[in-house]
């Protein structure tokens, strides 16, 4: 698979293990990484060997929802093409996320905040290790 390496996935003893790993921002989503994440859960979907789908983040946060470069720019002209194309990709890979054909498992380390709370939802389980919270915070 190609890309930023801001999604890493791993695959051991039949559970993907899928790392966002952008920690300079706290694992924010953008555009980029979204394709990245859609991409990583068509590929778990196509290994038969692979019985679960664990999410996690890398650094201090789970993910801090969207970047906030993605966020300011989309909102200057949220019906300009690529603003609209760049959020819906977001968006589009937590609905990705939910239909990916194993169980998935959101591993959270550290927060989740904003638009990460969709990516949580869309797991069949949720597991929080820590005392940092979740907050939608919109």
């Known amino acids: 698979m190609a890309g930023t390496g801001e999604v890493q996935l791993e695959v051991d003893g039949g559970v993907a293990i899928v790392t966002l790993n952008a920690p300079d921002r706290r694992n924010a989503l953008t ?19 692979v019985g679960a789908l664990v ?13 906030v470069a993605t966020l ?3 909102g200057k002209d949220p ?3 690529d603003a609209y194309e760049g959020m ?4 589009y890979s937590f609905y990705r996320l939910g239909q990916v054909k194993v169980l998935t498992v959101a591993a959270v ?6 638009a990460s709370m969709n990516m949580l939802l869309a797991t069949d389980l949720r597991i929080n290790a820590g005392r940092r919270g979740c907050w939608s915070a919109f």
């Open 31 to 49: 555009p980029g990484m979204a394709d990245e994440l859609i991409a990583t859960f068509d590929e778990v979907d196509a290994k038969p060997e």
């Open 72 to 74: 300011t720019s989309a």
């Open 88 to 91: 819906g990709k977001i968006y």
């Open 79 to 81: 019906a300009a093409p």
């Open 109 to 114: 380390r550290g927060s989740a905040v904003g």
């Open 55 to 67: 999410i996690r983040g890398v650094g201090m946060s789970f993910c801090a929802g969207g970047d």
